[in-house]
Every structure is written in structure tokens, then in C-alpha cells.
């Protein structure tokens, strides 16, 4: 399969996308049904691109790009590493038309990471 989207051009897509959330998820249920108002992730988030698939029906065409969303963390955090290190704390899927207009969000988020923040 072509690669059709950049790691660079996706990237700039979520990073673009978080700083419109302010780094902030609205709304979210996690996979217990337990609901949360906000969800605050930690502005030095970064994401890796770790999919990316093409949909196509009789009347919709869209992409749809999967992150791994990782926080940074000190050595000092984590005595068995050196230097810097990034934890997992949960994946997003981002959808866009076929203009690349945003369409779509789904995240999935380990709310009992002590790296975001929880409002219920």
C-alpha cells in the first residue's frame, strides 16, 4: 500500500488539533461507561502516527489517521532510565473528508495515567 499521508503532514494535523482542544477532551467515556467532563492531557504530548487508511462508500470519501499519544518524562521520574523518556497515556483516531477538512475524533485515554488530568 502507497503511503499517503507524510508522518510530517500528519503530525502537523494532530499537533494543529490538540492546540484547538487546548489540549483538552470534552466529554468522555471511557470503556467502563464511567463518564468525565474533561480530560487535560500534558502540553508537552507528543503523538506518533502509528496508521492511516483511506474509506470509501458511494457518497463519502475519507482518511483516517491513528495516533499513539505519548508524555514526556524525566529520568528523575523514572529511576531504570536515562535521560528522557515518553510513557503511553492513550491513542486518538483523527477523520477528515476528502478536502482534509476535520470531521471526526475518537480517543481512547488511560484516565489513571498520572500525566493527564480528570474532571467528572
Excluded at 55 to 71: C, M, N, P, S
Excluded at 86 to 95: A, N, R, S, T
Excluded at 102 to 115: G, T
Aim: charged share 30%; net charge negative.
Amino acid at each position: 500500500m502507497v503511503n499517503f499521508v507524510e508522518s510530517s503532514d500528519a503530525n502537523a494535523l494532530v499537533k494543529e488539533h490538540l492546540e484547538l482542544c487546548n489540549y483538552k477532551v470534552s466529554g468522555y467515556w471511557d470503556q467502563k461507561d464511567e463518564f468525565y467532563e474533561e480530560i487535560t492531557l500534558p502540553p508537552s504530548l507528543s503523538a506518533e502516527l502509528i496508521s492511516s487508511s483511506i474509506g470509501v462508500t458511494d457518497r463519502e470519501e475519507w482518511i483516517q489517521l491513528k495516533f499513539v499519544l505519548k508524555a514526556d518524562r524525566l529520568a528523575s521520574e523514572d529511576k531504570l532510565s536515562h535521560g528522557r523518556t515518553e510513557k503511553k497515556i492513550g491513542e486518538v483516531i483523527l477523520i477528515y473528508d476528502k478536502n482534509m477538512e476535520f470531521v471526526d475524533e475518537n480517543w481512547q485515554i488511560d484516565i489513571d495515567s498520572p500525566f493527564v488530568i480528570v474532571k467528572r
